[in-house]
């Protein structure tokens, strides 16, 4: 269970224009308890032994009964999306993408968050960059900020090592930032949101893949 989570964003200067992006909040929730979260996580825990899976899933239901501490460093040029940048929203689903220097991403699966909501995802994306083949896996998400955060359109700056070098599995990493208006109405600004972590299996033509993802994700609450 993630107990403390530190993130340093000193050196992060990727915004087009730094000195015009502007926060966006998102809604207050109230905490409250639920008999339906302490039975999930009961079956979750019966099932742990069968698919080891669900201990990362567990890990991500642990976050929205027990709040881990959270500390962030921001980016002196780069605003974080969100005013609520001290909560915490992971998700943990299911990726798949294929391509040939164009093409299309999917995902779903859990998220839960220090809110305390608990609940279900899906997103799709369109994928362009350094990149040809097909792959499938995990990810691991993180947001600074509240499920409503995480919801919406998002440009995702990722880049994998793979499988060429690591046998048939990639590994990868991936900034999320959000598309945010600058008050002036010119050009736009990126805030960032959150990183993301995945395993996948699949193939490659090339060792070390680069690329740019929009994307869009919906969200289903079931527990809050």
């Known amino acids: 269970m993630i107990r403390e989570l530190h993130l340093d964003l000193s050196q992060l200067t990727v915004s087009p224009d730094p000195s015009r992006g502007r926060m966006v909040s998102a809604p207050a929730m109230t905490p409250r308890t639920s008999t339906e ?3 999930m996580k009961a079956s ?3 099932a742990k032994p069968l698919n080891a ?3 990362a899933a567990l890990d991500v239901l642990g976050i929205s009964e ?3 501490a959270v500390s ?3 980016s002196p040029v780069v605003p974080m999306a ?3 940048s001290f909560d915490l929203t992971c998700a943990l689903g299911e990726t798949g993408t294929a391509g040939w220097v164009l093409g299309a991403n999917a995902s779903g699966g859990i998220y839960a968050s ?3 909501e608990f609940g279900v995802y899906g997103s799709v994306g369109v994928v362009f960059g350094m990149f040809a083949g097909i792959g499938a896996g995990l990810e691991w998400t993180m947001i600074f900020g509240t499920p409503s955060d995480f919801a919406g359109p998002f440009i995702c700056f990722q880049a994998s090592v793979g499988p060429k070098i690591f046998g048939g599995c990639a590994i990868g990493g991936s900034l999320l930032f959000s598309v945010v208006a600058p008050a002036a ?7 960032f949101m959150g990183l993301s972590v995945n395993v996948t299996c699949g193939w490659s033509a090339f060792p070390v893949s680069v690329s740019i993802e929009y994307s869009n994700t919906w969200i289903h609450p079931l527990i809050k």
């Open 37 to 39: 979260r302490a039975a």
């Open 44 to 46: 979750m825990e019966l």
């Open 53 to 55: 899976r669900m201990g």
């Open 66 to 68: 027990t709040r881990p």
């Open 72 to 74: 962030v460093i921001p």
């Open 82 to 84: 969100s005013r609520h």
């Open 114 to 116: 220090t809110t305390p």
């Open 185 to 191: 109405g010119r050009g736009s600004t990126l805030a």
